[in-house]
């Protein structure tokens, strides 16, 4: 009896640690993933402040600046959306409860409404050839997250189109100042091109709403049905 | 995820995990012992005799073939004798046995219908030798395999009874591969029990027992049609040890189809949870050893995760379907293979939860790894089989499990054929 009393002991401390073990190796590499976010957040804060700064500096004559700074403003683009993946992704696994998590998606939040101003106002001054999309969603709402499926896509179809995505559930005071100035009721909501739409959106219904420019920059190859479904799949 | 949910499943998590690491620690202490078990032998001059019971019922078409083979079994034939006994068949069972008349090596019995257990309790009176090997009919053996079970009986005269290591017999349909991963990952799991001295069953298909001893512990008892079991906890609970033997090998046909695993599988978990609750007095009393402390809670434990782990697998099965569908209903084919092909670290899963099941993954294949290597089989032949195991048991069995606890709680008894 001695020595079996001695291997339950044993077993349990073992297991304890190999608990222990999972727990912290979650806890560094979730805490990793969060600095990746913090730090990108940072980032695009910065760049959004420089080219703030740049179109305050140089006013209206910015515009004859803005074409050398295109694939600047491209990948600016598309650091937000590979942040909104990440922020999404987080969120699943840490749950849309955790403090980190929503302190991060407001944060996101921010810089998106901040990209938006700079954006419509450098395309009101300058004519800056620019579609954007701003979605409203909340969580648990079946939906939404049908709406999300066909956006996620959009943005791998279209990396220039600006798409910028709003938890309602966050209810922060500049998240409600852009609910109340776009008057949206419902989730999800989309707004483009000044007209908020509550329909389900395909990316037909998007396309239709795209200008010449876009899609034909993006037009797919005119490649045969079948065999586009196995090349893709590596995407 | 609530919070109550977590702490179940994290608690579910750590005792499984406990249960697991219990099994590879005791094998790892218990080795040189199984090294000493292989290299027994026993003289052919030295070997008891033995008595080989075969319950017959409606066995027609194999019979004859069945009993031949018992014979090809390497033992001494001046001490090896068989008692086959038809069980009230209503086929031509006891006509095809009538081509053994004659033979001083076979006893031919024909009795009522009554079950197993009744055609092995008719044997026993009959049974001449000190030891006895209970088999079914279809039951076919490795060569060495009954001294294999008797050198065990030899060398420890206080064991009662030694349970074979029962293997499916030619796997064909994907039920019998699954079954077939499961009994060899079972046969690490028995030999760790049999060395703790916990067995948890001396399989029908194939054991051996002291006659005596069967006969004062009272045989065979009706016992929600898993006769076997019953009868390896009374053993164990009058003090008798009872062994598993990994080097004596035999094959049971398993189910060929979804429907008769179900039907059995529904026997199995109805008799193992009927009989246990007639001896919930064993549970966690250390007067039972490891069958009391380790072998029966851990059994029923068992009985929980599959269930909970049912919930969980069916959520994350349906949920994934779910969404694929969307996806490809959405945004096509492509978008969908897209979603599973990952390069980027950040869209692993860092959960606990995820590294602890991965673990417990990796043990289960460890296991059944041991399993084959106790086994003396060849390590990696049709491993792709695991996927089958994984599948159709993560899937389908907590559907008879839940069952048989409806049916326990209902007290509803399940037809043996």
């Given at each position: 009896?001695?020595?079996?009393?001695?291997?339950?002991?044993?077993?349990?401390?073992?297991?304890?640690?190999?608990?222990?073990?999972?727990?912290?190796?979650?806890?560094?590499?979730?805490?990793?993933?969060?600095?990746?976010?913090?730090?990108?957040?940072?980032?695009?804060?910065?760049?959004?402040?420089?080219?703030?700064?740049?179109?305050?500096?140089?006013?209206?004559?910015?515009?004859?600046?803005?074409?050398?700074?295109?694939?600047?403003?491209?990948?600016?683009?598309?650091?937000?959306?590979?942040?909104?993946?990440?922020?999404?992704?987080?969120?699943?696994?840490?749950?849309?409860?955790?403090?980190?998590?929503?302190?991060?998606?407001?944060?996101?939040?921010?810089?998106?409404?901040?990209?938006?101003?700079?954006?419509?106002?450098?395309?009101?001054?300058?004519?800056?050839?620019?579609?954007?999309?701003?979605?409203?969603?909340?969580?648990?709402?079946?939906?939404?997250?049908?709406?999300?499926?066909?956006?996620?896509?959009?943005?791998?179809?279209?990396?220039?189109?600006?798409?910028?995505?709003?938890?309602?559930?966050?209810?922060?005071?500049?998240?409600?100042?852009?609910?109340?100035?776009?008057?949206?009721?419902?989730?999800?909501?989309?707004?483009?091109?000044?007209?908020?739409?509550?329909?389900?959106?395909?990316?037909?219904?998007?396309?239709?709403?795209?200008?010449?420019?876009?899609?034909?920059?993006?037009?797919?190859?005119?490649?045969?049905?079948?065999?586009?479904?196995?090349?893709?799949?590596?995407? | 995820?609530?919070?109550?949910?977590?702490?179940?499943?994290?608690?579910?998590?750590?005792?499984?995990?406990?249960?697991?690491?219990?099994?590879?620690?005791?094998?790892?202490?218990?080795?040189?012992?199984?090294?000493?078990?292989?290299?027994?032998?026993?003289?052919?001059?030295?070997?008891?005799?033995?008595?080989?019971?075969?319950?017959?019922?409606?066995?027609?078409?194999?019979?004859?073939?069945?009993?031949?083979?018992?014979?090809?079994?390497?033992?001494?034939?001046?001490?090896?004798?068989?008692?086959?006994?038809?069980?009230?068949?209503?086929?031509?069972?006891?006509?095809?046995?009538?081509?053994?008349?004659?033979?001083?090596?076979?006893?031919?019995?024909?009795?009522?219908?009554?079950?197993?257990?009744?055609?092995?309790?008719?044997?026993?009176?009959?049974?001449?030798?000190?030891?006895?090997?209970?088999?079914?009919?279809?039951?076919?053996?490795?060569?060495?395999?009954?001294?294999?079970?008797?050198?065990?009986?030899?060398?420890?005269?206080?064991?009662?009874?030694?349970?074979?290591?029962?293997?499916?017999?030619?796997?064909?349909?994907?039920?019998?591969?699954?079954?077939?991963?499961?009994?060899?990952?079972?046969?690490?799991?028995?030999?760790?029990?049999?060395?703790?001295?916990?067995?948890?069953?001396?399989?029908?298909?194939?054991?051996?027992?002291?006659?005596?001893?069967?006969?004062?512990?009272?045989?065979?008892?009706?016992?929600?049609?898993?006769?076997?079991?019953?009868?390896?906890?009374?053993?164990?609970?009058?003090?008798?040890?009872?062994?598993?033997?990994?080097?004596?090998?035999?094959?049971?046909?398993?189910?060929?189809?979804?429907?008769?695993?179900?039907?059995?599988?529904?026997?199995?978990?109805?008799?193992?949870?009927?009989?246990?609750?007639?001896?919930?007095?064993?549970?966690?009393?250390?007067?039972?050893?490891?069958?009391?402390?380790?072998?029966?809670?851990?059994?029923?434990?068992?009985?929980?995760?599959?269930?909970?782990?049912?919930?969980?697998?069916?959520?994350?099965?349906?949920?994934?379907?779910?969404?694929?569908?969307?996806?490809?209903?959405?945004?096509?084919?492509?978008?969908?293979?897209?979603?599973?092909?990952?390069?980027?670290?950040?869209?692993?899963?860092?959960?606990?939860?995820?590294?602890?099941?991965?673990?417990?993954?990796?043990?289960?294949?460890?296991?059944?790894?041991l399993g084959r290597k106790t086994s003396k089989l060849p390590m990696l032949s049709h491993i792709g089989h695991v996927?089958?195991?994984?599948?159709?048991?993560?899937?389908?069995?907590?559907?008879?499990?839940?069952?048989?606890?409806?049916?326990?709680?209902?007290?509803?008894?399940?037809?043996?054929?």
């Amino acid at each position: 009896m001695e020595s079996s009393a001695q291997r339950y002991i044993a077993v349990f401390i073992i297991t304890l640690t190999i608990f222990g073990l999972a727990f912290f190796a979650s806890t560094v590499l979730g805490n990793k993933k969060i600095e990746q976010i913090t730090n990108a957040q940072q980032d695009i804060s910065l760049e959004i402040l420089s080219t703030e700064t740049r179109y305050a500096l140089l006013g209206s004559s910015s515009c004859e600046y803005k074409i050398q700074n295109e694939n600047f403003e491209f990948s600016l683009n598309q650091e937000l959306n590979d942040l909104a993946r990440r922020v999404k992704f987080l969120e699943s696994e840490l749950g849309g409860n955790n403090r980190t998590v929503q302190q991060l998606k407001k944060q996101y939040n921010l810089l998106q409404i901040k990209d938006y101003l700079l954006w419509r106002d450098i395309q009101a001054e300058c004519g800056e050839q620019m579609v954007s999309i701003l979605y409203f969603h909340e969580p648990n709402c079946r939906r939404c997250q049908n709406q999300t499926v066909i956006l996620d896509e959009l943005v791998k179809m279209y990396p220039e189109v600006r798409i910028y995505w709003f938890d309602r559930d966050l209810a922060t005071p500049a998240v409600e100042t852009l609910v109340a100035m776009f008057g949206i009721k419902k989730s999800p909501s989309i707004v483009i091109e000044g007209q908020v739409i509550t329909d389900f959106m395909r990316v037909e219904d998007f396309e239709n709403y795209f200008p010449e420019w876009l899609l034909e920059k993006y037009a797919p190859a005119p490649a045969p049905e079948e065999d586009s479904v196995s090349e893709e799949g590596s995407n | 995820m609530a919070l109550w949910l977590l702490i179940l499943l994290y608690t579910l998590a750590f005792f499984s995990l406990y249960t697991q690491v219990f099994f590879l620690l005791s094998y790892l202490e218990n080795r040189d012992i199984m090294k000493k078990q292989e290299q027994r032998r026993v003289a052919d001059e030295d070997l008891p005799a033995v008595t080989m019971i075969v319950p017959c019922w409606n066995e027609e078409a194999s019979v004859y073939d069945s009993i031949q083979s018992i014979f090809d079994i390497d033992y001494p034939m001046d001490r090896f004798h068989v008692i086959a006994v038809d069980d009230g068949s209503t086929d031509n069972t006891w006509q095809e046995l009538q081509r053994f008349a004659g033979d001083a090596r076979i006893t031919l019995l024909q009795k009522e219908n009554g079950g197993k257990h009744s055609a092995l309790n008719f044997a026993i009176p009959h049974v001449t030798t000190p030891y006895m090997c209970c088999i079914d009919a279809d039951t076919t053996f490795e060569p060495q395999s009954l001294r294999e079970l008797v050198t065990y009986a030899v060398f420890e005269p206080e064991v009662a009874a030694v349970a074979g290591t029962v293997l499916i017999k030619k796997p064909s349909t994907i039920f019998q591969m699954a079954q077939n991963i499961e009994y060899q990952m079972f046969a690490f799991n028995k030999k760790v029990l049999g060395l703790l001295h916990g067995v948890l069953v001396a399989p029908g298909a194939f054991s051996l027992f002291k006659t005596q001893v069967v006969r004062a512990v009272g045989g065979y008892r009706q016992a929600h049609n898993m006769e076997d079991l019953e009868l390896t906890y009374r053993l164990q609970v009058h003090g008798h040890r009872v062994e598993h033997c990994h080097s004596g090998i035999a094959y049971t046909t398993g189910p060929r189809t979804l429907k008769a695993l179900f039907k059995q599988r529904m026997r199995w978990s109805y008799g193992f949870l009927h009989n246990t609750r007639d001896y919930k007095y064993a549970i966690f009393n250390k007067s039972y050893g490891s069958f009391g402390v380790f072998t029966l809670p851990m059994s029923l434990f068992a009985y929980v995760v599959v269930v909970v782990l049912f919930f969980l697998s069916w959520y994350y099965f349906i949920n994934f379907f779910v969404d694929a569908i969307t996806l490809i209903r959405l945004a096509g084919m492509s978008a969908f293979a897209g979603s599973l092909v990952n390069f980027d670290w950040f869209f692993i899963n860092t959960q606990a939860f995820f590294f602890l099941s991965s673990l417990m993954v990796i043990i289960v294949v460890a296991t059944i790894l041991l399993g084959r290597k106790t086994s003396k089989l060849p390590m990696l032949s049709h491993i792709g089989h695991v996927v089958w195991f994984f599948g159709l048991y993560n899937l389908l069995a907590p559907f008879w499990i839940m069952s048989s606890i409806l049916n326990v709680i209902r007290s509803h008894q399940p037809s043996w054929r």
